[in-house]
Each structure stands twice: as C-alpha cells, then as structure tokens.
C-alpha cells in the first residue's frame, strides 16, 4: 500500500478555500463502465499511462464484478497486470460482492485500495444489488475487515448520498447513519456520491458540515459529482467553502449513472482542474497533459464528449 497523497488542510486567507486538494480520476473504473463501447484493453492501458503522466495522485483503475453484467471491464486484470504506474500513485479498484473481492485480493500487488458501496437510499440499493440497506451493510462488515487483513485501505462510497431518483430527498441523518456504520467497520474512507446529479450547492453544504463535524478526525471525507443537470463545479465551490479537500473525477466528463435516461457523466477532471487552479487551488495536476487525455479517449471513442474546457480550452490570461 502506498503513502496516502498529502493534503494540505491549510486555508489561504485571500480566498477563505484549501490552499490544495487531492483529486482521484476514476475515468478507467466509473467512465468505461458507463460507456457503451468497449474500449481495447491496449488502448485502455495507454489511456491509463496517459492519465497518470498528467500528475495525478489518485486513479481508480477497474471494477471486479462479473463480465456479464459490465464487459467494458472484462479485461480488469490484464489490464492492472499490464499497465505500467508511477511510484506513489494511489491504485484503488472497486468490487460490489464477496465474489468480486475474492477476485481483487488475488490481484492485490496491483492496487492500494478497496472501494466496496451501497446505497443510502432503499429503492435505490435494491435496483442496484437487490438487497435492504441492512442487508448491504451486514454483508460489508466482513468485506471491510478483510481488506484490511489484506494490507489494503478500506474505502467505502455510499451512492445517492444527496438524493434519489425513486424516493427524492435522502435525509442527511440518514446518510450519517450510514457513515457512521462503516466507519465502525473499518473504513478508513468515505465516498458521499450525487449518483443521478440531484444535489445542489445548499444540500452539498448541509451534509458535509454535518459529516465533517462528526467524522472529519475519523476518516476522509471524498465529494463525488454527477454532472447530469450542469451543476457539478458549483458543487464542488459549495463543498470546498465548508472544507472538502478530496474529489473524484473523470476526464472527458465520461462515465455517470443510466437514471435517469440522458444523464451526463461525472463533473470532468480537466473542468475540476481548469477551476481550482483559477481559483488559487493547488492540485499538483497539469492541465494541458489533463486536456490531452481526454483528446485521445475522444478520438477513441470516435465522438464528442463534453467536457467543457476539453472544447474551449483553458483560459489565456495572457
């Protein structure tokens, strides 16, 4: 397991926001997942080496679930076999079962971390894994404690933390209910994610107070965005102001949630980057190499992908 990426909880007292943050791109895991082609494993690889050139301290590489149910990640372990990273990237995949963990940890040279999820929402967990909330937790404590066993870092994402498509508002103690459960098992980190777009800045302001008050010591808090209704980089304004300093994303804006239909995907990464660094945050990626990434997953793909600053570019202040 790799040291974790420093962050530096500093405030810089001319914008009142961290001085840095810590980005994860999750665009080879959550990105090709959602994509409806199926990218080469060759040209994945060359995707991923390109991605973490670009300075990037965090990546999720791939997904142990059947090949049935997501083939665009059939070739997961060929691919972290294969794929050649710098030293000190953090390496995290993310398994949805007992089975798929079994597959993960015979793999386990490969990455640093574990991500296991649920969601907070019941209809949502059902559509999901077809299991309670209760039943998704039992089944994680052991999961947890054996990622742990296994000299990994327990990492936990609980899905339509600030909404849900078939019961609308989530309640926030409900979420912190959840945390709290996890946290108990054996996170070390949580993932709070806006799986279908639904949160707004107020509602990103109001869980995060609440959970880094009360688990801020205990864990990292990690904010992960949809873009589905343009509002992804007001989000994260929303949740820097009260103290986020870990984000996911993923570049060309690929990726996102199939519900509801004509959903966009996770906020971009080169976006996310484009606006911190004009905001005077630090995250110790490099734009340009960033815009180039996702110039070559587009020629790849053979079609438009919508990241905005992957179509005007970054800003010339010169």
């Known amino acids: 397991m790799v040291a974790r990426p420093m962050v530096d909880t500093a405030i810089n007292p001319d914008t009142g926001l961290p001085r840095r943050v810590v980005i994860r791109e999750v665009g080879p895991r959550d990105g090709f997942q959602n994509e409806p082609e199926l990218i080469p494993t060759d040209d994945k690889i060359a995707l ?32 972290l076999a294969r794929v050649e990273l710098p030293a000190g990237l953090e390496r995290s995949v993310i398994v949805p079962n007992p089975r798929g963990l079994d597959l993960a940890l015979a793999n386990s040279e490969h990455f640093d971390d574990v991500n ?16 309670s909330v209760a039943e998704s937790l039992a089944g994680l404590v052991p999961m947890l404690a054996r990622i742990a066993d296994a000299g990994l870092r327990p990492r936990a994402s609980i899905s339509t933390a600030f909404g849900c498509p078939y019961e609308g508002t989530v309640p926030v103690e409900r979420v912190a209910e959840i945390s709290e459960a996890l946290l108990d098992a054996g996170a070390v980190d949580l993932n709070l994610a806006d799986t279908t777009g639904m949160a707004n800045p107020v509602t990103v302001k109001r869980l995060f107070v609440t959970l880094l008050e009360r688990f801020g010591e205990r864990a990292e808090l990690t904010a992960h965005f949809h873009n589905t209704r343009g509002q992804g980089l007001a989000n994260v304004v929303a949740a820097l102001e009260v103290g986020v300093t870990s984000f996911d994303s993923s570049f060309g804006e690929l990726g996102g949630c199939p519900v509801p239909p004509g959903a966009t995907g996770n906020i971009a990464t080169e976006d ?16 340009d190499s960033m815009i180039a990434a996702s110039a070559a997953v587009q020629r790849i793909l053979g079609r438009r992908l919508t ?12």
Request: hydrophobic share 45%.
């Open 116 to 131: 296991v999820f649920l969601s907070a929402s019941e209809s949502h967990n059902r559509a999901n894994v077809n299991r």
């Open 48 to 79: 991923i080496e390109q991605l973490a050139a670009t300075g990037v301290p965090r990546m999720e590489l791939t997904s142990f679930v059947r090949a049935d149910v997501v083939p665009q990640l059939a070739d997961g372990p060929e691919v």
């Open 307 to 318: 990241s905005h600053t992957l179509v005007s570019g970054p800003v010339d202040w010169h």
């Open 272 to 287: 996310l980057v484009s606006l911190l660094h004009e905001m005077g945050v630090e995250t110790g990626i490099d734009l």
